[in-house]
């Protein structure tokens, strides 16, 4: 399931009306415990939440649940997320600097970096990758999709240019567009040779890769900062969960990913070390707008949202917890309020709005779920809401990475469980890449949408973000662009001698300080 970050936003530098994130001698400070010395040697192994196919950064979207954390370790990205700060601090790039409205960007590189086959980390590489994933039909091109322009005016600057004011864009850098392949690389794989070797200027290099299974990295000898520590870090696919779970109390894995509140539960239990985020809107039932899917009617789409009942989901998914809601945010967001719109529930007026449909149009009632194999309870659950109205699912389920596909490139469903995350963090973009993007996964296009995120991109201060939400969460109860089923815990769980590991966007792990005690 494709997710974006969730941690509160705070504007970069902020002097006077313009965005400033300056240089610094050291982008990959630790967050966790530093006690004892790095250790260098040793092997991690970790486990996947997907397993990936393809190393193309183009493919992903800088995400943990999509490969994030591996692409992450090849690349690295321009800017890197600061989760205790809140804002974003150059990673590969030396500084980023935006006009007075936020409107024009200025991307300044460190001189000297160069890519694992020794060619230069310049402009002109950075050109080439930003150009190729606004363009391509990966939904990456949606967190690039008020880019204008970008253009290189000299070998280490790069200017890009907005079609409206964005606040908030240098956590775009810090995620998959932030990723940057060597050219060389981009031409091999775009040539046609899907598997060529990945070429970045992160911390590794790939030792060994088998798609959908494992991949093994050791040290890059060309990384511009401090050598990782490891000798091997080594990511593997485990399965679901529970497997994943398990996995790790064998000692099969010294880390892992997991999402569903079952696991959550575990890991508060056991007491087990973990990086844990909560994301509103993290999971949601996506609905196709589009004409070859009934619920371009926005009838059903309000019958589905009637029938929907936040308790009976958290008995039956969340083991009681109270993650999905009547409220779009929750205690914790930002945008929490005690007196916010609520989403209504009533199953009596969802019969008649299907019966509606059905006298009218004819339609049998029968809808298409498609859905991760890591999720396959969801389905049931909303079955046993959606067959008293009259609807019914046919059900597929798939791997992550063929669920991914089939969803999000392919947008081949009726309902589908992924994530709607309103972020935090970044609000103007999770509005805009959801909602507005003529590429968004729903294919939702609403004229209201589109003002509330052209305000919601120049709203520079919390208050003012705060008042264009609200304008948001009533056109989104309106119109039924999906169903919200609450908040997601994430969990990058590890051994209690793993050290030096950072979350940074994306809900992403940079692995370049970690060591094993």
């Known amino acids: 399931m494709v997710r974006s970050a969730s941690w509160r936003f705070a504007l970069v530098a902020v002097v006077a009306a313009a965005t400033t994130i300056a240089g610094c001698s050291n982008p990959n400070s630790t967050a966790q415990d530093p006690s004892g010395s790095p250790k260098p040697g040793g092997t991690l192994v970790v486990g996947e939440y997907s397993g990936i196919n393809s190393l193309d950064p183009m493919q992903g979207t ?6 994030g954390n591996e692409t992450l370790a090849i690349y690295g990205t321009l800017v890197r997320w600061d989760n205790e700060k809140r804002e974003g601090v150059p990673y590969m790039a030396e500084s980023l600097k935006s006009n007075a409205d936020f409107t024009q960007w200025t991307l300044k590189l460190r001189p000297g970096i160069v890519f694992s086959d020794g060619t230069a980390y310049n402009a002109a590489a950075v050109v080439k990758n930003l150009e190729r994933n606004r363009k391509s039909f990966f939904s990456i091109a949606n967190s690039l999709a008020t880019v204008a322009s970008v253009t290189a005016t000299d070998d280490l600057t790069v200017s890009i240019t907005l079609k409206q004011p964005d606040a908030q864009f240098p956590y775009v850098l810090s995620i998959g567009p932030g990723m940057i392949a060597a050219p060389s690389y981009i031409d091999t794989v775009d040539g046609g040779n899907k598997t060529a ?10 030792s060994e890769f088998k798609p959908g299974s494992s991949l093994t990295l050791k040290p890059s000898p060309t990384y511009a900062f401090d050598k990782p520590l490891l000798a091997t870090l080594k990511f593997q696919m485990a399965g679901t969960e529970q497997a994943q779970m398990q996995a790790f109390e064998a000692g099969q894995l010294q880390a892992g990913i997991v999402l569903d509140s079952h696991s959550d539960v575990e890991i508060k239990q056991k007491k087990i070390p973990s990086f844990t985020s909560r994301q509103n809107s993290g999971v949601a039932i996506l609905l196709n707008h589009r004409k070859n899917s009934p619920l371009h ?4 789409r309000r019958a589905i949202q009637l029938a929907y009942n936040p308790k009976v989901w958290n008995e039956r998914n969340n ?7 009547d409220l779009l945010f929750m205690k914790g967001s930002l945008f929490y309020t005690p007196d916010q719109q609520k989403i209504p529930y009533d199953p009596t007026q969802a019969k008649q709005l299907v019966d509606q449909v059905k006298a009218e149009t004819g339609w049998d009632g029968k809808l ?3 859905g991760p194999s890591t999720q396959t309870n969801q389905p049931v659950i909303l079955s046993s809401m959606l067959n008293p109205i009259g609807m019914t699912l046919n059900v597929t389920n798939l791997p992550v990475a063929n669920f991914y596909t089939k969803v999000y490139v392919e947008k081949d469903f009726d309902l589908a469980g992924g994530g709607g995350a309103i972020a935090d963090a970044t609000p103007f973009g999770s509005i805009y890449n959801n909602y507005v993007s003529p590429s968004n996964t729903l294919g939702y296009s609403n004229p209201k949408m589109v003002e509330i995120a052209n305000e919601m991109g120049a709203a520079s201060t919390l208050e003012q973000r705060q008042t264009v939400m609200k304008k948001f969460i009533a056109l989104y109860i309106e119109t039924v662009p999906a169903i919200s089923c609450g908040t997601t815990t994430w969990n990058f769980f590890y051994k209690p001698n793993v050290r030096g590991l950072q979350q940074v966007g994306g809900q992403m792990i940079q692995f370049d300080k970690a060591w094993v005690a």
Do not use: H, K, M, Q
Request: hydrophobic share 50%; glycine share 16%; no cysteine.
């Open 368 to 370: 298409n779920w498609v």
């Open 319 to 325: 083991a009681g917890e109270e993650v999905a809601s």
């Open 62 to 67: 800088g995400s943990v649940t999509i490969g």
């Open 297 to 300: 009617d926005v009838r059903l």
């Open 197 to 206: 070797p990945a070429v970045g200027a992160g911390p590794f290099v790939v």
